[in-house]
């Protein structure tokens, strides 16, 4: 799961962000030599700091220095409790020992729990992961990368999204490659730099970074990793779609058809319905809508793309995917047939159009979940309205109609009262518009 959740406002002025990066910028560039810019104002701490030292071993001198930051910083005395820490990093920088090495870390990690402002803060929590990674206490690192995740996490939602990519790619940069337990921090931060590059109206810049992701893990097969990039293999196919590039969407939604429609896990075939939707609704252009609720034919809709190839994705679906035994595929197959029958009215096909709806009844009729019973009362009310408009097929409509209230007639769910109520009404219309005219 991500450490976090990215939630974005409208972007600040472009000057607030360049003030911002530009802090960053120098403050990193200050925290890779850990040297005080003011030194005049600390030579005089730090030569009585490397003599109160000197007589010591260098692991024990490097622990001194370390308690005595610490113990600055508890007693307010900030700078020089960050004089003494610059000091340790100083003498003991390039020190291999991991004993004296987490020392170091833990005495950035000090100066970034107390530093003046947040970039200074961000800037001492990248020279950690930077230099000391994974060799630092698993906890300490967890709180280091969650800090990061956090602090651009807030300026998205302050509106700064193009601060936040920077720190997202620090941690894609040092974690990517890292322990099992590290790698999904850079996978995450790779996946949210491509959902701000799409915010930010940079399609290209953010299909490149879905690609660039599913290159480096879509071989994973930990089970924490693959959600993911099934997910940005999805959102790469509806950039491209936002694009207007029809046939590169579609090879992204095949591609997502051919790794997880045989999948095990029904999260991931479910996956592969949704991309095999998705691509015969780009492939028709319909933009219909689901519920029942226009009575009066419409008139204003066309189908304006390739229908033919749109029913067969569609049949392709209720194909391989009608005998899943998962109920959200099972419902998404309902959803699919629905999706046909709409397609197929656009082409004035009406003689198959009943026969869809026909269909829906005869797969779901038996079921007793609420989707199932919207969706079969749903296919026979559509179903008596294309009959009431067919010459010489109103009784075959008033009948439909009829049996929408024998079957659901004392349904709860709000739904399908609704489509009965409808259901109800046009009988009413219908019969009245088919009665003989009697002269007076």
């Not at 974005?8 to 850990?34: D, H, N, Q, V, W």
């Not at 040092?174 to 590059?197: E, H, M, N, P, T």
């Not at 930990?222 to 969407?249: M, S, V, W, Y």
């Not at 008596?384 to 709860?412: H, N, T, W, Y």
Request: aromatic residues 6%; contains cysteine.
């Amino acid at each position: 799961m991500p450490l976090h959740t990215v939630k974005t406002g409208a972007e600040r002025p472009p000057f607030k962000t360049i003030i911002l990066m530009a802090s960053l910028a120098l403050t990193l560039s200050a925290c890779e030599t850990m040297r005080p810019h003011k030194a005049d104002d600390r030579q005089a701490s730090t030569a009585k700091t490397q003599a109160q030292y000197a007589h010591l071993e260098p692991k024990e001198a490097a622990l001194a220095l370390f308690d005595q930051g610490q113990a600055l910083i508890q007693q307010g005395k900030k700078q020089e409790a960050f004089a003494v820490l610059d000091e340790l990093d100083r003498r003991f920088g390039q020190d291999p020992r991991s004993s004296v090495r987490a020392l170091l870390a833990r005495a950035l990690s000090l100066k970034a729990q107390t530093a003046s402002t947040p970039t200074e803060s961000l800037a001492a929590q990248i020279e950690i992961s930077r230099r000391y990674g994974e060799d630092i206490d698993p906890t300490l690192r967890k709180q280091i990368v969650t800090s990061m995740f956090d602090q651009a996490a807030n300026l998205g939602k302050e509106g700064n999204l193009s601060a936040a990519i920077p720190i997202y790619k620090e941690i894609e940069q040092i974690y990517s490659d890292g322990k099992d337990s590290d790698r999904s921090w850079g996978v995450w931060a790779i996946f949210y730099q491509a959902d701000l590059q799409r915010q930010l109206r940079n399609p290209r810049a953010a299909v490149a970074s879905y690609e660039r992701l599913d290159q480096r893990f879509g071989q994973e097969t930990d089970p924490t990793l693959r959600p993911i990039i099934a997910d940005a293999l999805f959102k790469k196919a509806e950039t491209l779609t936002e694009q207007g590039d029809t046939r590169a969407a579609i090879a992204a939604y095949d591609e997502i058809d051919y790794r997880y429609a045989k999948d095990r896990d029904p999260a991931f075939r479910q996956r592969a319905v949704r991309a095999l939707f998705a691509k015969g609704s780009l492939l028709g252009k319909q933009g219909m809508g689901e519920e029942p609720d226009n009575e009066a034919p419409i008139v204003n809709l066309r189908p304006t793309g390739d229908t033919v190839a749109a029913v067969a994705v569609y049949d392709d679906i209720v194909q391989r995917f009608g005998h899943d035994k998962d109920p959200t595929i099972h419902n998404m197959v309902g959803g699919t047939l629905l999706k046909k029958s709409e397609a197929l009215r656009l082409v004035g096909d009406d003689q198959g159009t009943v026969a869809v709806y026909d269909e829906i009844v005869t797969r779901f009729g038996n079921d007793e979940t609420q989707v199932s019973r919207v969706l079969v009362a749903t296919a026979l009310f559509r179903k008596g309205m294309a009959l009431g408009k067919q010459e010489g097929a109103a009784p075959q409509g008033i009948e439909s109609f009829d049996e929408i209230v024998r079957r659901f007639g004392s349904d709860s769910h709000p739904n399908v009262r609704k489509i009965v109520g409808q259901a109800i009404a046009a009988r009413k219309r219908l019969t009245a518009a088919t009665e003989p005219m009697h002269d007076n």
